[in-house]
Structures are given as structure tokens and as C-alpha cells.
Nanobody
Framework: QVQLVESGGGLVQPGGPLRLSCVAS????????MSWVRQAPGKGLEWVSY???????SYANAVKGRFTISRDNAKNTMYLQMNSLKVEDTAVYYC?????RGQGTQVTVSS
């Protein structure tokens, strides 16, 4: 079955960088569009970014210019490079394929 395992979250100061990883298994990773979504405390799920099977990307306006999504099909892994982090980026970040999501990784931006 589909398994998605995120890692790389943590506590970072405003303006700092962080890189998230998502290791996928149980499906043909290279054939699928992958997404990052997040959920801030007390709020609903928010789409962050996606990357198509062919490598095309799209970003939410809130992260455009600061976040970069990428994938390594040889490693069945997707990444999210987050730069210039803001307090409002604090959330649990999930990778997703279709209706499946991983367990999430906590990102906390605080001084």
C-alpha cells in the first residue's frame, strides 16, 4: 500500500532555512504528481506546492519565491526546500499523493 514518510522538520528562527524530505513506497513514484500540504495550529489543510511526474511545479502565493519543490525519482523521494521562513509558516507539513498523506513533520518558526 501507499506509504509516505516525511522528515526534516524542526525549530528554526525566522529567516532561516529548512529542507523537508518525503520517502515514498508502495506505488510507481515516478508516474505520479506529488504535493506538499500543511496544517497550521487551529486551521484547515492548506496546499503548499506540487510537482508533476514530468517535473512541472506550482506554488501557493504564500510561499512563492521562498520554497522550492523537487523530486529524485531514483530515490523515490520528494523534497521541499524552505528559505526565508516566517512565523506564519509554522505548521505540520505533509506530503501527499492523490488522497493519501504521510504522518507529517512539524515545522516551528520562532525566535
Amino acid at each position: 500500500q501507499v506509504q509516505l514518510v516525511e522528515s526534516g522538520g524542526g525549530l528554526v528562527q525566522p529567516g532561516g532555512p529548512l529542507r523537508l524530505s518525503c520517502v515514498a513506497s508502495g506505488f510507481a513514484f515516478s508516474n505520479f504528481m506529488m504535493s506538499w500540504v500543511r496544517q497550521a495550529p487551529g486551521k484547515g489543510l492548506e496546499w503548499v506546492s506540487y510537482i508533476t511526474a514530468g517535473g512541472g511545479t506550482s506554488y501557493a502565493n504564500a510561499v512563492k519565491g521562498r520554497f522550492t519543490i523537487s523530486r529524485d525519482n531514483a530515490k523515490n523521494t520528494m523534497y521541499l526546500q524552505m528559505n526565508s521562513l516566517k512565523v506564519e509558516d509554522t505548521a505540520v507539513y505533509y506530503c501527499a499523493v492523490g488522497s493519501d498523506r504521510g504522518q507529517g513533520t512539524q515545522v516551528t518558526v520562532s525566535s
